[in-house]
T-cell receptor, first 115, second 111 residues
Framework: EAGVAQSPRYKIIEKRQSVAFWCNPI?????LYWYQQILGQGPKLLIQ????????DSQLPKDRFSAERLKGVDSTLKIQPAKLEDSAVYLC?????????????FGPGTRLLVL | QKEVEQNSGPLSVPEGAIASLNCTYS??????FFWYRQYSGKSPELIMF????GDKEDGRFTAQLNKASQYVSLLIRDSQPSDSATYLC???????????FGTGTQLKVEL
């Protein structure tokens, strides 16, 4: 079974530029998550989708971050404009759509450096 | 108060010893608890999950949950150098399968 796919793996941009990340979840996983992991910290949930609907985006900085999952499968996360503090690993995860404690599987992540 | 707290370490244990990793959480309504392992430069991978009070064993790993004390732990028996990694505790908070992670404990298994 193929795992969660993400691209690109690495990205270097200058502040105020825009960037987009792509994620394809495990086949059949209705729930998709984007996390931000800053060096030395645990992953922080940015947004959670159930199919193509948003379940939780309470920690998404909506003035600069946006995400979509139009067909309920793959997803994109965009940052515009980027700030220095956005330098982090952006992890995508997916899980089955069960109501409690369903295991989340992570992709390899996209490492973003904002200069 | 942080929602999920872990000692950042590093925790150093000799090869073959038992490593004990601890985690406390603040939300009494939390129902599901997960341990992930993260090697440097890699993404988190699931080791174990536990829902009920008590112990759950899987090979060299044992997860322990005490909901009254809001405490979850991971024991690694016969620690190997390949176990050297950061261990993340994650708690299902607020329903809807949202996970809140601790900052992780770095484990070093020394030869």
């Amino acid at each position: 079974e193929a795992g969660v796919a993400q691209s690109p793996r690495y990205k270097i941009i200058e502040k105020r530029q825009s960037v987009a990340f792509w994620c394809n979840p495990i086949s059949g996983h209705a729930t998709l998550y984007w996390y931000q992991q800053i060096l030395g910290q645990g992953p922080k949930l940015l947004i959670q989708f159930q199919n193509n609907g948003v379940v939780d985006d309470s920690q998404l900085p909506k003035d600069r971050f946006s995400a979509e999952r139009l067909k309920g499968v793959d997803s994109t996360l965009k940052i515009q404009p980027a700030k220095l503090e956005d330098s982090a690993v952006y992890l995508c995860a997916s899980s089955l759509a069960k109501p409690r404690g369903e295991t989340q599987y992570f992709g390899p992540g996209t490492r973003l450096l904002v200069l | 108060q942080k929602e999920v707290e872990q000692n950042s370490g590093p925790l150093s244990v000799p090869e073959g010893a038992i490593a004990s990793l601890n985690c406390t959480y603040s939300d009494r309504g939390s129902q599901s608890f997960f341990w992930y392992r993260q090697y440097s430069g890699k993404s988190p991978e699931l080791i174990m999950f536990i829902y009920s009070n008590g112990d759950k064993e899987d090979g060299r790993f044992t997860a322990q949950l005490n909901k009254a004390s809001q405490y979850v732990s991971l024991l690694i028996r016969d620690s190997q150098p390949s176990d050297s990694a950061t261990y993340l505790c994650a708690v299902n908070t607020g329903g809807g399968n949202k996970l809140t992670f601790g900052t992780g404990t770095q484990l070093k298994v020394e030869l």
